[in-house]
Structures are given as C-alpha cells and as structure tokens.
C-alpha cells in the first residue's frame, strides 16, 4: 500500500526475490510494467459518484466513504413503525395460556423484523377485541408513527374487527383486503391521516410471510431506500426441487422449503404448509412462489427460493 519511487513501474513481491551479499536485489520472476499497481482513479476517479442515492449503507460502504475521506453523509431518518397486537385470546409470553389462549408470538417475531428492516420500534402491546380501544391505539399509532403495522383481527369473523375501526377515521382510505395468496390471504392494506396502515393474519406464518412480502419493503422504501435497490438485493438462490409441490391455480402459494447441497447443486425440500406452524419457519432456509396460472412444482424443476 505505500507510494512507490518516481522512476518505478512495477513491485515485485518480496517472497520472490532475496538479498545478496553485496546489497543488491535478486528477482526470480519476470515483471511487467505497470504490475503489482493500482494507479491513481483504478478505485474511483475525481468527480465520480461514490453511493447513488438510496443505496442503504453497509459496514465495509462505511470503510469506502472514510477511504475518500467522508466522514458525514446526509441519510434519511428511520421510518416509526407501531406495532398493534389484536385479540382477547392472545396473552404474554412468560403467561402460561389457558385453553383458547395463545402467547403473543408475532409480537416478537415482527418486532426483530422491523429492527432489521431499519425502522424504528413503537411497540403498543396487545388490544384487546374492542373496537374503541382498538380506534384509540390506531389513532395514537398514527400521530407517532410514520406506519402502522397490526397483527390479527384481519379476518372475516365477528371479532375481526380491524378493518371497520380502521375505516372509521374520518379521512381513510381501503386500498384492499384479501389476496389470492396463501398463506396470508386476509390481509388488509389501508391508510388513515395518510399514513399507511397493514393488517397481516394472525398465524405466525402467515404474518410473516405477509411481513417478508408487504411490510419489508414498504418499511425499507419509507427510510429512502430505491426500488432499485430493494430489487438488486433481494436475497434468493437457484435449487432444484426434491419433490412435487402440489397447488390451486388462481392463488399464489408460498412454501417452505430447506436447502441442502447433493454434489455442485442446491437442492429444496419441501416443509408442511399449515399457517399456524410456527416451527416451519424456523426449519426454513427460505419460500419458493408458485405463480397463480400454475397447479404445482415438479420433482426436479429448478426454483427460485426466497432466502430468509
């Protein structure tokens, strides 16, 4: 790394030479001019931009900035996000539930996505199914928040109330509810005070399928990260499937698959699909989509997984 002598146009390494009595410099390998050499602008010329413009930053972006002598950059700020557990049935985790009781699993598991997404953690705890303490909470979400995130009370039933309280602030606006995707089809996207609020399922799989397909991006997009950019690092792997995936057609299925690698290729097994397994997730390198004009997968087709 250090500057070379003005009449030098080339270093040799220093295992390939040795020291001869009298002072010189033996070399055992030929050299060409200009080897062994990064010349000024081989890195990054004057006047070129360093990082476009929404590009989140990395730790090794950090040492590349201090390398051309930035030690400040203008950055957008982390995006609020309130996070609203719904549900009389849901109860802490340290509670031991009673029959009809759940802990409250999404909470945590959503709360460390929202961290590693960039945005900043508001985390309202558990509503009960009450449509005025929900339109409370919503409302106070709301004026901290830049997004709104609830977990259960999407559904159709007659304690799924979330859509209806959403609906009732004066200046809201239903974007959808329900999607021809499994799982996580009762999902609700909405917005209030302009701000945008998500319904995700209740099933822990569902919730952060749901998370992984909506929420991240919306939440890394709010803290000025480029549609660009959320394409080019999506995280995914080629793998060829060990068995049939069966599917409806007119519904995009997201499964769970495992990788393991059998001699130079990555190859996807195939995990149960129920929405409350929560333990799938966990056993899960990443999902594979089937498109909705599709039945199935076959055994042997190459797929795009979806890393975790």
């Known amino acids: 790394g250090g500057m070379m002598p003005p009449e030098a146009d ?20 030929g050299v060409s001019p200009w080897q062994n050499v990064i010349q000024i602008g081989d890195d990054i010329k004057k006047g070129e931009t360093v990082f476009p413009s929404g590009r989140r930053l990395r730790a090794h972006d950090l040492g590349a900035l201090t390398g051309v002598g930035i030690s400040s950059v203008s950055v957008y700020k982390k995006p609020c996000v309130a996070l609203i557990s719904t549900g009389d049935e849901i109860v802490d985790a340290d509670t031991d539930p009673r029959p009809g009781q759940v802990r409250n699993i999404n909470q945590h598991s959503l709360a460390g996505l929202i961290e590693e997404c960039g945005g900043e953690l508001r985390d309202w705890g558990v509503v009960r199914d009450d449509r ?20 259960g009370g999407s559904s159709m039933g007659a304690k799924d109330i979330a859509l209806e309280t959403i609906l009732s602030f004066p ?16 999902t609700i996207f909405a917005k209030a005070c302009g701000k945008p609020i998500l319904g995700l399922p209740g099933y822990p799989v569902s919730a952060l399928v749901i998370f992984d397909l909506f929420a991240a991006p919306l939440i890394r997009r709010l803290g000025g990260e480029s549609v660009d950019t959320l394409q080019r690092f999506a995280r995914s792997a080629r793998a060829v499937l060990k068995t049939n995936i069966a599917s ?39 999902m594979v989509r089937i498109d909705m004009n599709l039945d199935g ?12």
């Open 297 to 308: 997968l076959e055994q042997g087709e190459e797929v795009d997984v979806i890393l975790f």
């Open 248 to 286: 409806q057609i007119g519904r995009e299925d997201y499964v769970r698959v495992t990788l393991e690698r059998q001699s130079e290729k990555l190859v996807a097994t195939p995990l149960p699909s129920k929405s409350g397994a929560i333990f799938t997730l966990v056993k899960a390198d990443g």
């Open 10 to 29: 080339a270093v040799v390494m220093v295992e390939h030479t040795d020291e001869t009595d009298a002072g010189l410099v033996e070399i055992h390998r």
């Open 132 to 151: 005025s303490a929900l339109t409370e909470a919503i409302g106070a979400a709301l004026e901290w928040g830049d997004v709104v995130l609830l977990s």
């Open 171 to 186: 200046d809201s606006e239903f974007i959808f509810h329900g999607i021809s995707i499994a799982p996580g089809k009762p």
